[in-house]
């Protein structure tokens, strides 16, 4: 059950109860696998085995062109998260993502960062987001006593990871590589909580003015 109606209250709850959040507890690990997609927009790339990579698209100036990424196509949950975080004013842009079949479910991946305009001199924040959306969705689901608790879900379905991302004309920052899997339902809902975390209820906060 999404429990929208109640983040601004969580987000509230979550800073006062941590005002400092402990930035440098237990960071997200450095994607060892990950440091081929560095220099943003990528190139596009036929591999051998037929797949496509469309190359980047820098959504935040060119959102008309969602439909040239075949991986959303028949997504509309994802589709919806790239449209969101990449809207005029938005604090975060993405650089690609993915969705499929796997051998024991589903699963997919988001690469996303603070825009250029936007990054916290500190990257110890981007490197602890994970932390804070933990933090935040366990504040909205505080009174969850169901078996299948909603923070556990979330933290067995996804893997959060960070490598280098170098843009024009922009020093080297970092960006998040997001894993999720599972069924198709439970993508979708983890999915749907990091789109309205990242679009609504982060920027509230006042790590990220």
């Not at 400092?20 to 081929?36: G, I, R, S």
């Not at 169901?146 to 280098?164: G, T």
């Not at 020093?171 to 998040?176: F, M, N």
Request: charged share 25%; net charge negative; proline share 6%.
């Amino acid at each position: 059950m999404i429990k929208y109606q109640d983040s601004q209250k969580t987000i509230q709850l979550v800073w006062s109860l941590h005002p400092l959040l402990d930035l440098m507890t237990l960071p997200m690990e450095k994607d060892p696998d990950n440091d081929y997609f560095v220099a943003f927009p990528y190139q596009k790339e036929v591999h051998s085995d037929g797949g496509i990579n469309n190359g980047g698209i820098d959504l935040t100036k060119e959102l008309h062109r969602l439909d040239e990424i075949h991986e959303i196509k028949e997504i509309p949950w994802l589709r919806r998260l790239l449209i969101e975080v990449n809207a005029n004013g938005g604090l975060f842009m993405t650089f690609g993502c993915d969705f499929g079949p796997r051998e024991s479910g589903y699963a997919g991946y988001i690469d996303f960062s603070f825009r250029p305009e936007r990054r916290p001199a500190d990257r110890a924040i981007i490197r602890n987001l994970d932390h804070i959306f933990y933090q935040w969705l366990s504040h909205l689901y505080l009174d969850d006593l169901s078996e299948d608790n909603p923070v556990e879900f979330a933290r067995n379905s996804l893997q959060w990871n960070y490598s280098p991302l170098a843009q024009k004309d922009e020093a080297i920052y970092d960006k998040v590589t997001l894993w999720f899997g599972g069924s198709v339902g439970g993508c979708e809902w983890l999915v749907n909580h990091i789109r309205h975390f990242l679009v609504v209820d982060y920027p509230l906060l006042p790590l990220s003015k």
